[in-house]
């Protein structure tokens, strides 16, 4: 992890954090595991029909040093955003400043929906993927979001086009 992040458990959940100052803009870290075609609750989308996952069984202490992302938690006001399998800051962190990411632009379908609680004013209540979205919402999402997810808001995607998700 390089002392730039750290994994902390906080009110029985475990988070991604910030060990230092994070300025606007700065990679923090690519996102490494295994490539899979199937989401688990824990993967990342990367690709229309891409996953990374964590190899097998892990022993907690690799997931901690080497596949710390697995614990970034949702946010629907993130302060990181994955582009490709990199993460970047959207805004300055200040120390112990919790590294989120919106679920929304990564996943097309959540393998696993759940009840958002980050409180934010512009959070979506229910968490189920990209594909559930309303289309303002997408839009709102755009300069976030995963290339493959971009392709199905501007309807290069013929099968997760228009006719799928929340319009409106």
Known sequence: MTGRLAVIRLDEEFRLCAARAVIAGERLFTIEGDLTTVPTRYSVQVGRSTHVDLPGTVPIEE??????????????EPSVAIR????????????WDEITFD???????????????????????????FR???WPERERLRPYLAVHLRSVL???????G???GGQG
């Open 132 to 134: 559930y979205l309303s």
């Open 84 to 95: 490709g399998r990199e993460v970047h800051s959207l805004r300055a962190l200040r120390q």
């Open 103 to 129: 679920y929304n632009t990564t996943e097309y379908d959540i393998a696993e929906p759940f009840d958002c609680r980050c409180g934010s004013a512009g959070c979506v209540g229910r968490v189920r993927g």
């Open 162 to 164: 228009r006719g799928e």
């Open 63 to 76: 997931i901690l040093d080497k596949y710390y992302w697995r614990f970034m938690n949702h946010c629907c």
């Open 154 to 160: 501007d309807g290069d995607d013929p099968v997760a």
